[in-house]
Nanobody, 125 residues
Framework: QVQLAESGGGLVQAGGSLRLSCAAS????????MGWFRQAPGKLRAFVGS????????SYADSVKGRFTISRDNAKNTVYLQMNSLEPEDTAVYYC??????????????????WGQGTQVTVSS
């Protein structure tokens, strides 16, 4: 069992930065593929990026590549999403997810079996 809790969302101006955190409980965290997804109003939930259990491999959606960075600290059971050069189009609820049944890489939300409650990110123009 893994429980996830996101934090760090908020309101930021275009061009600004935010860092989201996702604190996890459970002994399987260090072996879990962790992912970030987002859901904008009226849109389906979309893949943002994912990171392997060791943290050595990452992948990103094209829309955020070069602006967002995922990292993890297994000693703290925490995964991060550093978001730079934010754009109004990045406005969404951001979700942290864990996949304990599949190996990296994973990009589909159906492949993640644990989810956080989400945190709102709003980017003003």
């Amino acid at each position: 069992q893994v429980q996830l809790a996101e934090s760090g969302g908020g309101l930021v101006q275009a061009g600004g930065s935010l860092r989201l955190s996702c604190a996890a409980s459970g002994r399987t965290f260090s072996s879990a593929v962790m992912g970030w997804f987002r859901q904008a109003p009226g849109k389906l939930r979309a893949f943002v990026g994912s990171i392997s259990g060791s943290g050595g491999m990452t992948s990103y959606a094209d829309s955020v590549k070069g602006r967002f960075t995922i990292s993890r600290d297994n000693a703290k059971n925490t995964v991060y999403l550093q978001m730079n050069s934010l754009e109004p189009e990045d406005t969404a609820v951001y979700y942290c997810a864990a996949s304990t049944t599949y190996h990296y890489p994973r990009t589909r939300d159906s492949e993640f079996n644990y989810w956080g409650q989400g945190t709102q990110v709003t980017v003003s123009s």
